[in-house]
């Protein structure tokens, strides 16, 4: 079946870009029919929806977001990517990618989930 | 803020029935998802859809929807249920999703 795992730095300085890639296994990116995502969990606190792909590179931004995230796709690694720019303490979470499906009423799921990479934002 | 609101904690007896609700106006358009996430672990779908259970899931957790409210009912819960719940769905303008805030149940 379709695995997630993430990867990329586990510490990023203050003012720098946290990139993450998403390596998708099992099943490839390319098949259509599901987006892609990335969420994020401050530590303690809640989910957060970051952003939406699809294959073709159409994207969905978390409006708070929007404005310092970049989400990309690569089909012939199998990976899709997360940039976050102008990052501050607030940034440190744990990050995850998922695949989502749109059902009944065109409403979203995600399944499955990576297992998440932790990324602290310090000096 | 979260456009999606739950409950920050509900408990249960063992063996009893719970429901965790989610309410937001965008739920009168969208199904709601629901996600178990214990401590230290990646969230699991446990919901989606009208009433939809993913592969390995136990028939003691379904899902409803009314007006606003989306609810996860788990029937004769189990010590093995206590975890935070998360509901997802579609924001009010249907071009972004969104999660609640989330529910800690705690088994009784």
């Known amino acids: 079946q379709v695995q997630l795992q993430e990867s990329g730095p586990g510490l990023v300085k203050p003012s720098q870009t946290l990139s993450l890639t998403c390596t998708v296994s099992g099943g490839s990116i390319s098949s259509g029919g599901y987006y892609w995502s990335w969420i994020r969990q401050h530590p303690g606190k809640g989910l957060e929806w970051i952003g939406y792909i699809y294959y073709s590179g159409s994207t969905y931004y978390n409006p708070s977001l929007k404005s310092r995230v970049t989400i990309s796709v690569d089909t012939s690694k199998n990976q899709f990517s997360l940039k976050l720019s102008s990052v501050t303490a607030a940034d440190t979470a744990v990050y995850y990618c998922?695949?989502?499906?749109?059902?009944?009423?065109?409403?979203?799921?995600?399944?499955?989930w990576g297992q998440g990479t932790l990324v602290t934002v310090s000096s | 803020s979260s456009e999606l609101t739950q409950d920050p904690a509900v408990s249960v007896a063992l063996g009893q029935t719970v429901r965790i609700t989610c309410q937001g106006d965008s739920l009168r358009s969208y199904y709601a998802s629901w996600y178990q996430q214990k401590p230290g672990q990646a969230p699991v779908l446990v919901i989606y859809g009208k009433n939809n259970r993913p592969s390995g899931i136990p028939d003691r957790f379904s899902g409803s929807s009314s007006g606003n409210t989306a609810s996860l009912t788990i029937t004769g819960a189990q010590a093995e249920d206590e975890a935070d719940y998360y509901c997802?769905?579609?924001?009010?303008?249907?071009?972004?999703?969104?999660f609640g805030g989330g529910t800690k149940l705690t088994v009784l």
């Open positions: 998922a695949r989502v499906w749109f059902g009944e009423l065109l409403s979203p799921w995600f399944d499955p």
């Open positions: 997802n769905s579609r924001d009010s303008s249907g071009n972004h999703g969104v």
